[in-house]
């Protein structure tokens, strides 16, 4: 009997390792809050969201398409000045903030300057995850998150 316990053992460990899931199991698992488009002033708007990622794998935001503008590019802020990205990352287990001064999201050429009330539809794309739709209400122009108005 002896004999049978040494790979009786050795399969039930194999297995408990199995049922635990290697890294490529690994995925993201998205989910976009706190999204919103300050009411525009000219042909150009700014949007603001945060991107959490519950997932074990970073995933990255590769780029933002909308019906409302001719096209949505995303910027980071560095020091004083900001600049255009082609991917931002969104860590495992934490999240990727756009905030006034900060990450941002920037719409050009409107086809028409939404209203305070209005939503505005964008579409989110990741490298590795699936498109996420946002309906981005339209606040106003001075509205801050921090005190809500």
């Given amino acids: 009997m002896r004999h049978l316990a ?3 053992t ?3 460990g194999a297995l408990a390792l199995t049922a635990c899931g290697g890294s ?3 995925k993201a698992d998205l989910s976009v809050s706190s999204s919103y488009m ?3 002033v000219s042909d150009m708007a700014a949007g603001f969201l945060t991107i959490a990622n519950k997932g074990g794998a970073k995933d990255e935001l590769t780029s933002v398409t909308s019906d409302a503008a001719g096209s949505v590019t995303v910027h980071r802020t560095v020091g004083q000045s900001m600049e255009e990205v082609k991917s931002l990352d969104v860590p495992a287990h934490g999240r990727l903030v ?3 001064g900060g990450n941002h999201l920037m719409f050009e050429n409107l086809k028409r300057k939404p209203k305070q009330g209005e939503k505005v539809t964008v579409e989110l794309h990741f490298a590795d ?3 996420i739709k946002v309906e981005m209400p339209v606040k106003s122009a001075t509205y801050n998150p921090a005190n809500g108005h």
Avoid: E, R
Wanted: hydrophobic letters at 40%.
């Fill in 98 to 100: 756009f905030k006034s």
């Fill in 129 to 131: 995850s699936g498109p």
């Fill in 10 to 12: 050795v399969i039930a």
């Fill in 38 to 40: 300050p009411q525009p």
């Fill in 24 to 26: 490529g199991d690994a």
């Fill in 6 to 8: 040494v790979p009786a």
